[in-house]
């Protein structure tokens, strides 16, 4: 599940950490090499000559695989006792001025710094590997809109943060992670447990989407979901139009020892969808789950059928049913859908076979509408409570 974009955000962090590591490596040695521009060249030549022959290779024998430019970083700190006794021993060298007494100390404090505390993230640094990610997550099926988004308020996250030395990596991690969870989480989101627990009885469901999307599999899912929770449950096969849609529903109700209402092929659905309402007053049923026939979105008789079951029926949640694997096309299919019948939450099938995963990350966000649940396999129990956290976890770990 998610294995492209996984791979890509990774991929991302990796990079963006192991340029702050290279940026870190860098300023250190550039403070090394020059740390007050020239006062420090010169103090350098000075100290070559002041350190003793022995004082030398004391150092090196310490860090014998240190480069050059990182042995002069100890010279200012290590050779100070020597320096002091060659002049007290009467040398030549002039007595260093005061200045050059307070630079020395300056740089000392100034690599420690670096050394020991934090690095700055800065916006020339990493803007090519941002706009790089941005082409990585349109790859993985990320909207347009939602990756150009997501670049600036990861940019805005990230440029100017000070972070401690060998917490990059964890930091961006934690960074994208949050803006993950804020960018899939949606107020409006519901359980239906708790749907059902408050509404008058029955609870009405209808389920919409194209064809083959998972809407019959679903309900059965839902289905066995309230029984588990003590709710008594009946199903209307008001996909009248499909050939074996009936018994593929009447399976299901078999299954899980349950009422189908239905009627024959050709029936009017929001007729079936009326008598399973009936049925449902008559005998204390708590939800009545609804099929449709799978439509596109674009099919204005096949809409206007449901928009004729929902003027009749009245669901009290119409949820669209979309499988992840469809890409950003499911994008336009929710909007349009939500406009001509409105709907209340999205489920999201078939994401165990969605190695890319960029549907469950722009969908939220382009429709402002909640994913309730997914679907990660084809028995009843591969049926989840959608959890942005779990999921971003899944995808960042
Ligand atoms: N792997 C996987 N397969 C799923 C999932 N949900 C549904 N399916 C499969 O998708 C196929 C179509 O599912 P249906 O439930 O018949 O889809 P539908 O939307 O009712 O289709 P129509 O009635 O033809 O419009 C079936 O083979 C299901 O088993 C899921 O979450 N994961
Ligand atoms: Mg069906």
Redesign the pocket.
Known sequence: MFDILKKKITGFIDKLTKKESEKETKDVAEKKVNPEPQIKEEKLQEKKTEVTEKSIPEIKKEKPELKASEEKLELPVKPKPQEIKIKEKGTTKPEKSEKQRQVDFGIISQVKSIVTGQIEINKQDIKGLVSDFEIELIEADVALEVSESLIKDLENRLVGQKIRRGEVNNFIKETIKEMLIQLISNKAAFDINEKAKVSEKPLKIM?L?????????????IANLLIKNNFKVILASA?TF?AA?IE?MQIHADRLKIKNIKRDYGSDPTAVAYDAVNHARANSIDVVLI?T???QDTNTNLLNELKKMDRVIKPDLKLY?G?SIAGNAIISQVLEFNKQIGIDGIIL?????DAKGGTVLSISKMTNLPIVY?????GYE??EKFDPDKIISAIIN
């Open positions: 389920f989407g194209i064809n083959g999307a998972g809407k019959t599999t679903t309900i059965a899912k996909d499909r849609a593929q099929d026939a799978g439509r049913i499988e099938t078939k994401l165990d076979c997914i679907g990660t396999g084809q591969d049926l």
